[in-house]
């Protein structure tokens, strides 16, 4: 299982959308949309777990591709990205 960043999504995005789009590519298993507290709206990324080959072919066909107006971003999640802070 691998889990992707997507980047650069549209404030108007939901976790439906995104599911819409990589389904193409295989089966999504989880499907995690960042969302502004007060508003609910999209902050602009969020994350898709997929298996290896399938998230290999959505990378490959969905990065740098127009998304309602807006350029994507697609890659594996980076190790280390994601989790608490430390100070």
């Given at each position: 299982?691998k889990k992707?960043?997507?980047?650069?999504l549209?404030?108007s995005?939901?976790?439906?959308d995104?599911?819409?789009?990589?389904?193409q590519f295989?089966?999504v298993?989880?499907?995690r949309?960042?969302?502004d507290?007060?508003?609910?709206?999209?902050?602009g990324?969020g994350?898709?777990e997929m298996?290896?080959?399938?998230?290999?072919?959505?990378i490959a066909?969905l990065n740098?591709?127009?998304?309602n107006?807006?350029?994507?971003?697609?890659?594996?999640?980076?190790?280390?990205?994601g989790g608490?802070?430390?100070?």
């Amino acid at each position: 299982m691998k889990k992707l960043f997507i980047g650069n999504l549209p404030a108007s995005t939901s976790e439906q959308d995104l599911e819409t789009l990589f389904s193409q590519f295989g089966r999504v298993r989880s499907t995690r949309l960042v969302t502004d507290v007060f508003s609910g709206q999209c902050k602009g990324f969020g994350f898709i777990e997929m298996e290896g080959h399938e998230a290999r072919a959505a990378i490959a066909g969905l990065n740098g591709k127009d998304f309602n107006g807006q350029s994507l971003k697609v890659n594996f999640e980076a190790p280390g990205k994601g989790g608490r802070r430390r100070r």
